[in-house]
T-cell receptor, first 116, second 110 residues
Framework: KAGVTQTPRYLIKTRGQQVTLSCSPI?????VSWYQQTPGQGLQFLFE???????NKGNFPGRFSGRQFSNSRSEMNVSTLELGDSALYLC???????????????FGPGTRLTVL | SQKIEQNSEALNIQEGKTATLTCNYT??????LQWYRQDPGRGPVFLLL?????KEKRKERLKVTFDTTLKQSLFHITASQPADSATYLC?????????FGQGTELSVKP
C-alpha cells in the first residue's frame, strides 16, 4: 500500500499571502489529521476530518482551515500568512472508525512552509 | 495547566544497553497513550499504543508501561542499537485529539 503523500514538500511564501497544502491518505483510511511542528512548540494538533466532516479541532486561529473530499483526500489552507506560521505541516491518516487519537496514525513526510 | 514532559535532556547510551524514556503528564486523563519515533526530515512513525486499563505492552525489543496513578508512561528499548538513534515522542489522547510531548532525542553509540 502506498503511504501518506503530501504536496508540495517545500513552499516559500511572503507575509499576507495564503497557502493550500494537500494530503492523500492511505487507501481505505477515512480519518485525516493535520499537525504543525515547530522547534519551539513541538507537534501541535490542528484538526481532524472523517468522512468529509471536521471531527475535532485544535487551538489555532480561524486563519487555519481545512476540508476533506469524498475520496478522503484533504487540504488545509492558511490565510494571511504570518512569520510565525513557518513550520513543518504534517498530515496523518488512520483506518479506525474511532476518533483519531484512538488509533495508530500514519504520517506523511510533511510540507515545509517558510514565510518571509 | 496541562503539561506533557519528556526527558528534557538528550539521552546517550551505549549499544546493547536498555534505553528508558519517560513521559509525565499533568491535568490530563488520557484513555490512550501512543509512542512514535521521528527521524530528521521525516514524519513520525507509530511504535506502540497502550490503553488506560493496560499496565504494559510489548513489541519485539520495545516495552511501554502506563501508570495512570503516577500519570507516567515509560518506554524501554532493550538491547539498543545505533539504528535506534532518533527522537521519540509520546502522545496522549485528549478527547479524540493527539497531544504530543516535545520528544526525547536518543543517541546510541557503538
Amino acid at each position: 500500500k502506498a503511504g501518506v503523500t503530501q504536496t508540495p514538500r517545500y513552499l516559500i511564501k511572503t507575509r499576507g499571502q495564503q497557502v493550500t497544502l494537500s494530503c492523500s491518505p492511505i487507501s481505505g483510511h477515512r480519518s485525516v489529521s493535520w499537525y504543525q511542528q515547530t522547534p519551539g512548540q513541538g507537534l501541535q494538533f490542528l484538526f481532524e476530518y472523517f468522512s468529509e466532516t471536521q471531527r475535532n479541532k485544535g487551538n489555532f486561529p480561524g486563519r487555519f482551515s481545512g476540508r476533506q473530499f469524498s475520496n478522503s483526500r484533504s487540504e488545509m489552507n492558511v490565510s494571511t500568512l504570518e512569520l510565525g506560521d513557518s513550520a513543518l505541516y504534517l498530515c496523518a491518516s488512520s483506518g479506525g472508525l474511532g476518533k483519531g487519537s484512538y488509533n495508530e496514525q500514519f504520517f506523511g513526510p510533511g510540507t515545509r512552509l517558510t514565510v518571509l | 495547566s496541562q503539561k506533557i514532559e519528556q526527558n528534557s535532556e538528550a539521552l546517550n547510551i551505549q549499544e546493547g544497553k536498555t534505553a528508558t524514556l519517560t513521559c509525565n503528564y499533568t491535568n490530563y486523563s488520557p484513555a490512550y497513550l501512543q509512542w512514535y519515533r521521528q527521524d530528521p526530515g521525516r514524519g513520525p512513525v507509530f511504535l506502540l499504543l497502550i490503553r488506560e486499563n493496560e499496565k504494559e505492552k510489548r513489541k519485539e525489543r520495545l516495552k511501554v508501561t502506563f501508570d495512570t496513578t503516577l500519570k507516567q508512561s515509560l518506554f524501554h528499548i532493550t538491547a539498543s542499537q545505533p539504528a535506534d538513534s532518533a527522537t521519540y515522542l509520546c502522545a496522549l489522547d485528549q478527547g479524540g485529539k493527539l497531544i504530543f510531548g516535545q520528544g526525547t532525542e536518543l543517541s546510541v553509540k557503538p
